[in-house]
């Protein structure tokens, strides 16, 4: 899977049901590269394709059942290497990491706030 494609995988996710052009327009894609990787997602059933309920012209997309278990997968795969590295820290540097953690928290916070 290509990063572009995750990506589109995280935004349907995120914004489901969602169309096409909603999401290349949150990445920065052409609506044709969407095309190829709304395309590339659905072949690999990752990603499923439903008509819009007012729009005919237009379609919105959803994750699958797979698409959800491979989100999964990949979320407990992250975890996975995250739990390990963060085992061979010693003290310091786990102290120096939730220290890190809690400040780049209070920025996201800082940013969800603002207008």
């Known amino acids: ?16 049901p969602t169309t ?5 327009d949150r990445i920065g894609v052409s609506t044709a590269a969407m095309t190829q990787l709304t395309r590339s997602l659905t072949t690999r059933g990752l990603v499923q394709r439903q008509m819009h309920p007012t729009d005919g012209r237009s379609i919105l997309l ?3 059942e797979r698409g959800h278990e491979h989100l999964r997968c990949m979320h407990q ?24 953690l809690d400040a780049m928290a209070a920025h996201i916070r800082t940013d969800l706030d603002a207008p």
């Open 1 to 16: 899977m290509t990063p572009t494609e995750l990506r589109v995988l995280f935004q349907v996710a995120q914004h489901s």
């Open 20 to 24: 096409p052009k909603e999401i290349a």
């Open 62 to 64: 959803e994750l699958s």
């Open 77 to 100: 795969q992250f975890d996975g290497l995250l739990t390990r590295a963060a085992a061979a820290l010693d003290e310091d540097g786990r102290t120096e990491l939730v220290d890190a």
